[in-house]
């Protein structure tokens, strides 16, 4: 890997500025112009050097201190249809499908949403519910402890 787009990376690694123009923000600290800093980015990203350039929200932060993750027995005929839908709900952050371990986990759909009490959880939960259409098990699962969010890190 060329050592300027190192560089750029390990710039980048712990956040980009927040800042009107962040790429020029970084070229400025690296003698880079801000369109070098740009294309670099979509070269790296191109030949998936990087896999995506993304926002991490830290929800506790921005006051959302409930976390729940839902979990549903879909049948698996539906399971797409009623992840999209679930994903269309903005307080919800991500969904997902993974399998069943039956008997001792029968859920396949996952649905972390998020809340500033357990009680506002609890009521966006039963709006999934009212949105799936079928009588569906389901459980919550809430957080109990905030854990570090970062991607990858290079080495210094």
């Not at 070229?27 to 991490?56: A, H, P």
């Not at 921005?62 to 979990?71: D, E, K, P, V, Y």
């Not at 797409?80 to 903005?90: C, Q, S």
């Amino acid at each position: 890997m060329e050592e300027i787009n190192e560089k750029i990376l390990k710039t980048i690694q712990d956040g980009i500025p927040v800042t009107e123009k962040p790429y020029k923000c970084i070229g400025d600290q690296l003698g880079l112009t801000e369109d070098e800093v740009i294309d670099r980015i979509k070269s790296m990203l191109e030949r998936n050097w990087l896999r995506r350039i993304g926002c991490i929200p830290h929800h506790y932060n921005l006051g959302f201190t409930a976390n729940g993750m839902s979990a549903w027995d879909v049948p698996d005929e539906q399971v797409d249809e009623v992840g999209k839908n679930f994903g269309a709900f903005d307080f919800v952050s991500h969904c997902y499908r993974r399998p069943r371990h039956r008997p001792i986990w029968p859920y396949n759909l996952f649905a972390m949403v998020h809340g500033k009490s357990k009680s506002e959880v609890l009521e966006k939960v039963s709006r999934l519910e009212e949105a799936v259409g079928i009588e569906v098990d389901h459980e919550v699962l809430f957080s109990t402890e905030l854990l570090k969010k970062q991607g990858s890190r290079l080495s210094e």
